[in-house]
């Protein structure tokens, strides 16, 4: 096995562990018992934007997961897997060779327009993918009613990811370095 993928292997399960601390722990609860934001996906878009896409795609996955079995949604976990995945494809994809992104990583690339609206689309697409894949969960598993509950709840969420994300990255950029 060659060098790179084993640490990135090992930087993968580091993300895995931020993504489970950061969902698990900070519960911010908001709209009376439809949900909490946490900084899980902040930490998903930072995987994402460090690792290729396989290796954030299972830091994703493997950290929701934890999460929603420790803390008693063992029932989401299967869906939870497959947006958190989605979720830093997305990201990891559309980020490849960002000049900002680059930039924010201490490098010395000029930032063109370009570069912004591309990290702005890739957190839209992720964001899709997150209200989305909960209201087809939450639709499967209580009724169309739960789904369109759910909608706002997960938009603000995505929403906290990105802002998580702007203080992440630069912090966790230079320590995965």
Same mark, same amino acid.
């Given at each position: 096995?060659? &060098? #790179? %993928?084993? $640490?990135?292997?090992?930087?993968?399960? /580091?993300?895995?562990?931020?993504?489970?601390?950061? &969902?698990?722990?900070? $519960?911010?609860?908001?709209? %009376?018992?439809?949900?909490?934001?946490?900084?899980?996906?902040?930490?998903?878009?930072?995987? +994402?934007?460090?690792?290729?896409? /396989?290796?954030?795609?299972?830091?994703?996955? =493997?950290?929701?997961?934890?999460?929603?079995?420790?803390?008693?949604?063992?029932?989401?976990?299967?869906? &939870?897997?497959?947006?958190?995945?989605?979720?830093? =494809?997305?990201? #990891?994809?559309?980020? !490849?060779?960002?000049?900002?992104?680059? !930039?924010?990583?201490?490098?010395?690339? #000029?930032? !063109?327009? !370009?570069?912004?609206?591309?990290?702005?689309? +890739?957190? =839209?697409? +992720?964001?899709?993918?997150?209200?989305?894949?909960?209201?087809?969960?939450?639709?499967?598993?209580?009724?169309?009613?739960?789904?369109?509950?759910? /909608?706002?709840?997960?938009?603000?969420? %995505?929403?906290?990811?990105?802002?998580?994300?702007?203080?992440?990255?630069?912090? /966790? #950029?230079?320590?995965?370095?």
């Amino acid at each position: 096995m060659k &060098t #790179s %993928s084993v $640490k990135q292997m090992a930087q993968a399960a /580091l993300f895995a562990a931020l993504i489970f601390l950061g &969902t698990y722990i900070p $519960k911010i609860p908001i709209m %009376s018992g439809a949900g909490y934001i946490h900084f899980g996906d902040g930490f998903i878009y930072t995987a +994402a934007a460090i690792l290729p896409p /396989l290796y954030a795609a299972c830091a994703g996955a =493997v950290g929701g997961i934890l999460a929603d079995v420790l803390s008693g949604f063992a029932l989401y976990a299967p869906a &939870t897997a497959l947006i958190k995945a989605l979720m830093a =494809v997305c990201v #990891s994809w559309m980020c !490849r060779g960002n000049g900002f992104i680059r !930039r924010m990583r201490g490098g010395h690339d #000029s930032v !063109r327009a !370009r570069d912004i609206l591309i990290l702005g689309a +890739a957190f =839209v697409a +992720a964001g899709a993918v997150n209200i989305a894949g909960y209201f087809i969960a939450d639709m499967v598993l209580y009724g169309v009613a739960a789904g369109i509950a759910g /909608l706002l709840m997960n938009a603000i969420q %995505s929403a906290a990811g990105i802002a998580v994300f702007f203080v992440a990255f630069p912090i /966790l #950029s230079k320590a995965f370095r």
